[in-house]
């Protein structure tokens, strides 16, 4: 009976998923609650299938469904809002932020 429950809630779990895009790489952080360690990985720029490819393998280590709810940041600046409507697209939760001038 514990088993099944535990599944559930793991099925209920949610990925929270860190960006920071830079010109050449992004670095990507993942945990699924708030005193776990991040797990982190770089990708290209810009690589929408390494991007999805990084995010199935998280669900996988942190024992989430594949359809787990992913919640994801990242700061818009140079990349503007295509990565925004891809993980929209894509059933993520996206809180973007628009970057600030240093003016």
């Known amino acids: 009976m514990r088993k099944a429950a535990t599944r559930r809630a793991m099925r209920r779990a949610e ?4 960006i920071e895009p830079g010109e050449a790489k992004w670095n990507l952080g993942f945990k699924t609650a708030p005193a776990q ?5 770089r990708i290209e720029a810009r690589d929408a299938a390494a991007l999805m490819q990084e995010i199935a ?18 700061e818009a600046g140079r990349e503007g809002f295509w990565l925004y409507r891809f993980l929209e697209a894509q059933g993520a939760r996206v ?7 240093s003016a």
């Not at 990925?15 to 860190?18: E, N, V």
């Not at 360690?37 to 990985?41: A, I, L």
């Open 95 to 101: 809180a973007s932020q628009a970057q600030r001038s």
């Open 37 to 41: 360690p991040v797990r982190e990985r």
């Open 57 to 74: 393998q998280a669900k996988r280590r942190y024992g989430l469904a594949a359809d787990a709810r992913v919640i994801a940041c990242y």
């Open 15 to 18: 990925l929270y998923m860190a």
